[in-house]
């Protein structure tokens, strides 16, 4: 996905030469122009249509706004809507929308804008977001009513995600399933000028801009004129680009490099908070991880300490369960955290009937436990699948690793043919856990194929029994244990991402009052 093939190719001989070029601020672009490498796991996304999106980058929510901006603290902030009202009930949600609101086509976004994108989810891949939604009311030109099906909680969070950002009604509707490859038009302060599939997007400033959310300072016109977004899928050639200036932002530092780049006077780090976490994933669907004993053993054979210090210098912190430490649902019993507990992991092999041989390796009717453990190829999910190759070892169980790009491993496992599989993802909200383990979601993205129908009925009822944020986390609570008893997965490690600045070039807000280097960040981002 590099498109600087040379740089790949000559990255050992440059990092052994690093400390020559530590200090050096080599000019990244024209004045104008700044260059934003993203994080490797927001490289890949096929094309930039938020409504039938299952991945998007930090450029979608420069290029579309939402309704509804959230802040770092959960807390929602007016965007496209200036102000909204729930009814007691929850069945009714009434938003009063800013006027003299107008596309990168100049068309206007109305009450009427917002009927037709709230239709447009219906049969799409993103269809769970609008699905408590019964009908858009227009109420006059700046003001529209959701009427619910049912009360749904987790509504402000779903029109704050970039999923829910709004494009032209125009524009979308000319480019039909184009739409988001050639053009891809919102209200947001940065206007696509071009995409090329896997090596970078550019986006020019929104010069009639005059609309930002409550999160940044400045509400119109960006400073910086215009923006690279590159992806590039090798991690020394991401560290070699920020350090040596070649880069103005790095949007996910690869962990290894941090304290390298912490030596350069010109990179300024910062720690955003945590939004997701790394795990191993099981092909529960077939044998031996169709066994639960199987599973079992193998969490409680694997140590998330080791991985920690080893692979992320003691960055973040070791996970015993699925979701991020700052969500309540993630607070469950003590009984159902996973951890370390080597000889529990070798009675339960022997109670599945995997017994140990003489040479260290357990079979089961003449087979070996063998089993392909596959990872991306990234430096942090390499060491972490060679840990974990490690600790399987003295069970008896024998883990042949793999690794693949980011996007062949995607395509890898809707095939069907993994075992386990170094895993992670990005999102801050208890719904991440119907997005991977919901039965309708099989192959992809529930590629650990988990299909039980207790596990069916507990996730349906935190997805839509929920009549207020209480009863929701409830709920969830109780869907997250169920998973965790049934061990669909490891949890191994709750990371921080890292973002690095090339503070000889551009001065960020101190104050960064969303998840990730986003669109209200740039818009307050100054030229040194």
């Known amino acids: 996905m590099n498109r600087r093939e040379l740089l790949i190719s000559s990255s050992i001989l440059a990092i052994a030469s690093t400390s020559l070029f530590s200090n050096v601020a080599i000019a990244a672009a024209s004045p104008s122009e700044a260059t934003i490498v993203l994080s490797s796991d927001e490289n890949g996304a096929p094309h930039l ?20 901006a959230m802040s770092n603290d959960h807390t929602f902030h007016p965007h496209l809507a200036e102000s909204w009202d729930e009814s007691e009930d929850g069945l009714n949600w009434t938003f009063v929308l800013k006027k003299n609101v107008r596309f990168h086509d100049g068309e206007l976004f109305n009450a009427d804008t917002v009927v037709w994108w709230i239709s447009k989810f219906e049969g799409s891949a993103n269809q769970h977001v ?22 749904d909680p987790n509504l402000l969070y779903n029109l704050a995600s970039y999923f829910m950002g ?27 000028e071009s995409f090329a599939v896997g090596q970078e997007t550019v986006l020019v400033a929104n010069e009639e801009y005059a609309w930002g959310s409550e999160l940044s300072e400045n509400k119109g016109v960006p400073e910086i004129k215009r923006l690279v977004l590159r992806e590039i899928q090798d991690s020394s050639a991401t560290f070699l680009e920020m350090d040596t200036g070649g880069a103005d932002v790095l949007m996910g530092v690869p962990t290894e490099f941090v304290p390298r780049l912490a ?15 790394s795990y191993l994933q099981f092909n529960t669907s077939s044998a031996p991880f169709s066994d639960r004993l199987v599973r079992q053993a193998i969490a409680h054979a694997v140590d998330q300490e ?36 080597t000889e529990k992991a070798k009675q339960l092999l022997d109670q599945a009937g995997w017994l140990l041989g003489s040479d260290g390796i357990r079979t089961k009717n003449g087979q070996p436990l063998k089993v392909r453990l596959w990872s991306a190829s990234e430096t942090a999910y390499k060491r972490m699948a060679e840990i974990v190759q490690a600790q399987l070892k003295p069970v008896g169980v024998i883990a042949e690793v793999a690794l693949f790009d980011s996007a062949s491993l995607r395509d890898a496992l809707r095939k069907g043919d993994h075992q386990l599989v170094i895993s992670h993802y990005d999102w801050d909200n208890a719904d991440i856990l119907d997005w991977c383990f919901s039965a309708k979601n099989i192959p992809h993205p529930n590629s650990s194929r988990w299909d039980n129908p207790r596990s069916e009925k507990l996730r349906e009822d935190a997805m839509s029994g929920a009549h207020n944020w209480r009863e929701r986390v409830a709920k969830y609570k109780e869907y997250h244990e169920n998973l965790l008893e ?42 040194q």
């Open 49 to 68: 249509d938020p409504i039938r999106a299952t991945l998007l980058s930090v450029t979608a929510g420069l290029i579309y706004d939402r309704l509804i």
């Open 130 to 151: 609008s699905s408590a939604i019964d009908r858009v009311v227009v109420v006059d030109e700046h003001n529209v009513r959701f009427e619910m099906k049912r009360p």
């Open 306 to 341: 080791p991985i920690l210090k080893a692979v992320f210098s003691g960055s973040g912190a070791t996970a015993h369960q699925f979701l991020v430490s700052s969500l309540e649902e993630s607070k469950v019993q003590p009984e159902f955290l996973i951890r370390k507990d």
């Open 486 to 527: 049934n061990f669909v997965f490891v949890p191994l490690h709750e990371f921080e991402k890292t973002v690095a600045v090339n503070r000889s070039r551009l001065a960020i807000p101190e104050r960064i009052r969303e998840t990730t280097v986003g669109s209200a960040t740039l818009l307050d981002t100054r030229w």
């Open 263 to 277: 030596l350069n006077a010109d990179v300024e780090l910062r720690n955003m908070p945590a939004t997701g976490v």
């Open 166 to 192: 709004i494009p032209s009604p125009k524009a979308y509707e000319a480019a039909a399933g184009n739409f988001g490859v050639i053009e891809a038009v919102g209200t947001g302060p940065y206007k696509l």
